[in-house]
Protein backbone atom coordinates (compact mmCIF):
# COMPACT_ATOMS: atom_id res chain seq x y z
CA UNK A 1 0.00 0.00 0.00
CA UNK A 2 1.43 2.95 -0.99
CA UNK A 3 2.04 6.18 1.43
CA UNK A 4 -0.46 9.10 0.87
CA UNK A 5 1.08 12.61 0.01
CA UNK A 6 0.35 13.92 3.47
CA UNK A 7 2.67 10.79 5.35
CA UNK A 8 5.15 11.61 2.36
CA UNK A 9 5.26 15.37 3.42
CA UNK A 10 6.02 14.10 6.82
CA UNK A 11 8.54 11.42 5.97
CA UNK A 12 10.68 14.51 3.59
CA UNK A 13 10.07 16.81 7.16
CA UNK A 14 11.14 14.26 9.38
CA UNK A 15 14.55 13.57 7.34
CA UNK A 16 14.53 17.27 6.26
CA UNK A 17 15.25 17.56 10.35
CA UNK A 18 17.32 15.00 10.79
CA UNK A 19 19.35 16.05 8.32
CA UNK A 20 20.16 19.48 9.34
CA UNK A 21 20.42 17.92 13.52
CA UNK A 22 22.69 15.26 13.24
CA UNK A 23 24.45 14.56 9.58
CA UNK A 24 26.87 12.41 10.92
CA UNK A 25 24.33 9.85 12.07
CA UNK A 26 22.59 10.20 8.61
CA UNK A 27 25.87 9.12 6.85
CA UNK A 28 26.54 6.54 9.53
CA UNK A 29 23.01 5.08 8.53
CA UNK A 30 23.64 5.39 4.72
CA UNK A 31 27.05 4.14 4.39
CA UNK A 32 26.42 0.95 6.66
CA UNK A 33 24.87 -2.19 6.07
CA UNK A 34 24.12 -6.04 7.64
CA UNK A 35 26.23 -6.92 4.95
CA UNK A 36 29.06 -4.60 5.35
CA UNK A 37 29.24 -5.04 9.26
CA UNK A 38 29.06 -9.15 8.79
CA UNK A 39 31.71 -9.07 6.47
CA UNK A 40 34.09 -7.08 8.76
CA UNK A 41 33.25 -9.46 11.77
CA UNK A 42 34.09 -12.27 9.43
CA UNK A 43 37.75 -10.67 8.41
CA UNK A 44 38.33 -10.17 12.51
CA UNK A 45 37.45 -13.75 13.25
CA UNK A 46 39.78 -14.72 10.37
CA UNK A 47 42.72 -13.19 11.93
CA UNK A 48 41.50 -14.75 15.34
CA UNK A 49 41.43 -18.29 13.41
CA UNK A 50 45.09 -17.85 12.19
CA UNK A 51 46.11 -16.90 15.62
CA UNK A 52 44.87 -19.50 17.50
CA UNK A 53 46.38 -21.79 14.76
CA UNK A 54 49.36 -20.16 15.48
CA UNK A 55 48.98 -20.40 18.82
CA UNK A 56 48.49 -23.91 19.18
CA UNK A 57 51.54 -24.66 16.91
CA UNK A 58 53.81 -22.89 18.76
CA UNK A 59 52.57 -23.76 22.17
CA UNK A 60 51.94 -27.79 22.04
CA UNK A 61 55.45 -29.18 22.95
CA UNK A 62 55.53 -26.82 26.06
CA UNK A 63 52.03 -25.99 27.31
CA UNK A 64 48.88 -27.75 26.50
CA UNK A 65 46.99 -24.96 28.43
CA UNK A 66 48.17 -22.01 25.88
CA UNK A 67 47.43 -24.44 23.02
CA UNK A 68 44.19 -25.18 24.56
CA UNK A 69 43.48 -21.51 24.91
CA UNK A 70 44.00 -21.62 21.08
CA UNK A 71 42.01 -23.99 20.16
CA UNK A 72 38.92 -22.25 22.34
CA UNK A 73 40.15 -19.06 20.50
CA UNK A 74 39.90 -20.96 16.75
CA UNK A 75 36.56 -22.22 17.88
CA UNK A 76 35.22 -19.06 18.87
CA UNK A 77 36.39 -17.75 15.50
CA UNK A 78 34.62 -20.12 13.91
CA UNK A 79 31.48 -19.75 16.05
CA UNK A 80 31.50 -16.00 14.62
CA UNK A 81 32.32 -16.92 10.90
CA UNK A 82 29.22 -19.61 11.18
CA UNK A 83 27.14 -16.68 12.89
CA UNK A 84 27.42 -13.97 10.81
CA UNK A 85 27.46 -15.96 6.91
CA UNK A 86 24.12 -16.95 8.34
CA UNK A 87 23.54 -13.20 9.07
CA UNK A 88 24.59 -12.23 5.48
CA UNK A 89 21.89 -15.06 4.31
CA UNK A 90 22.49 -16.97 0.82
CA UNK A 91 21.46 -13.73 -1.68
CA UNK A 92 23.57 -11.47 0.30
CA UNK A 93 26.41 -13.58 -0.52
CA UNK A 94 25.80 -13.91 -3.90
CA UNK A 95 25.74 -10.35 -4.55
CA UNK A 96 29.21 -10.01 -2.08
CA UNK A 97 31.13 -12.44 -4.52
CA UNK A 98 29.39 -11.19 -7.96
CA UNK A 99 27.76 -14.78 -8.44
CA UNK A 100 24.64 -14.22 -10.63
CA UNK A 101 21.25 -16.72 -10.88
CA UNK A 102 22.52 -20.15 -10.87
CA UNK A 103 25.25 -20.19 -8.48
CA UNK A 104 28.11 -21.59 -7.95
CA UNK A 105 27.65 -24.61 -10.53
CA UNK A 106 27.33 -21.94 -13.46
CA UNK A 107 30.45 -20.03 -12.48
CA UNK A 108 31.83 -23.86 -12.12
CA UNK A 109 30.32 -24.21 -15.71
CA UNK A 110 30.97 -21.35 -17.12
CA UNK A 111 34.83 -21.20 -16.16
CA UNK A 112 35.41 -24.87 -17.72
CA UNK A 113 33.37 -24.03 -20.86
CA UNK A 114 35.76 -20.10 -21.06
CA UNK A 115 38.98 -22.65 -20.55
CA UNK A 116 37.97 -25.10 -22.81
CA UNK A 117 37.12 -22.56 -25.25
CA UNK A 118 40.13 -21.14 -25.43
CA UNK A 119 42.41 -23.87 -25.68
CA UNK A 120 40.33 -25.24 -28.48
CA UNK A 121 42.12 -25.85 -31.81
CA UNK A 122 39.75 -25.87 -33.92
CA UNK A 123 39.65 -29.36 -34.91
Not at 52 to 69: D, E, Q, R
Not at 76 to 104: C, D, H, M, P, Q
Not at 107 to 115: P, R, S, W
Request: hydrophobic share 50%; aromatic share 8%; net charge neutral.
Amino acid sequence: MPLSDEELKILREIEAQLNATDPELVDAVANSTVTRAALAAIRWAIFGLVGGLAIIVLTFTSSLVFAFGGFLLMLASLWTIAGNLKRIGKASLYNVFGIREGGIRRLVTDTKEGIRDRFDRGE
